[in-house]
T-cell receptor, first 115, second 112 residues
Framework: AQKVTQAQTEISVVEKEDVTLDCVYE???????LFWYKQPPSGELVFLIR??????QNEISGRYSWNFQKSTSSFNFTITASQVVDSAVYFCALSEAALGQKVTFGTGTKLQVIP | DADVTQTPRNRITKTGKRIMLECSQTKGHDRMYWYRQDPGLGLRLIYY???????NKGEISDGYSVSRQAQAKFSLSLESAIPNQTALYFCATAGGSPYEQYFGPGTRLTVT
């Protein structure tokens, strides 16, 4: 069975600080996909990134970066120089290829950036 | 216009009432999903459909039913609503590869 754990329930940082959101996953499949979604206070869910299990390269997009490590089954998300607009709930998710497109979400990490 | 729409956006209903939440998409995706979100529990899958003739139960399907009327439409029904079905409901679509899902704006349902 697939499982996603986001141990950090809530994090508060002061604006301009860096922050890392942790995601640990469990899967028996060798082919799988990992995702991060953002849910701002307005409530919509916004897709941020997808990673497949064969691509362990880290990715950077502006102030956002993702560190995928198969050895520790982790897919962590770092925001550099955080801004108030980064305040949101962030979800990590996992999809096993063997299960088609059934996606399992973590319970989310609420990030509050204090001005 | 939004690619994935949900109606209604907000609904208050009484215990025992039947209610339908509707989802429409213009993305041309074949896969559609219904999730509910509760504080501290993340998103939990209720039902999913890989095409019009394929309906599958998710992890919390009890008390819910669905209908895939067309490739673009996927409705969720609560046959007899109960207060613990009060939640935020999301519809999502996905198509082809890779597998990221695109979400509707959500429906906030309150059962009194």
């Amino acid at each position: 069975a697939q499982k996603v754990t986001q141990a950090q329930t809530e994090i508060s940082v002061v604006e301009k600080e860096d922050v890392t959101l942790d995601c640990v996953y469990e899967t028996r499949d060798t082919t799988y996909y990992l995702f991060w979604y953002k849910q701002p206070p307005s409530g919509e869910l916004v897709f941020l990134i997808r990673r497949n299990s064969f691509d362990e390269q880290n990715e950077i997009s502006g102030r956002y970066s993702w560190n995928f490590q198969k050895s520790t089954s982790s897919f962590n998300f770092t925001i550099t120089a955080s801004q108030v607009v980064d305040s949101a709930v962030y979800f990590c998710a996992l999809s096993e290829a063997a299960l088609g497109q059934k996606v399992t979400f973590g319970t989310g990490t609420k990030l509050q950036v204090i001005p | 216009d939004a690619d994935v729409t949900q109606t209604p956006r907000n609904r208050i209903t009484k215990t025992g009432k039947r209610i339908m939440l509707e989802c429409s998409q213009t993305k041309g995706h074949d896969r559609m999903y219904w999730y509910r979100q509760d504080p501290g529990l993340g998103l939990r899958l209720i039902y999913y459909s890989f095409d019009v003739k394929d309906i599958n139960k998710g992890e919390i399907s009890d008390g819910y039913s669905v209908s895939r009327q067309a490739q673009a439409k996927f409705s969720l029904s609560l046959e007899s609503a109960i207060p613990n079905q009060t939640a935020l409901y999301f519809c999502a679509t996905a198509g082809g590869s890779p597998y990221e899902q695109y979400f509707g704006p959500g429906t906030r349902l309150t059962v009194t």
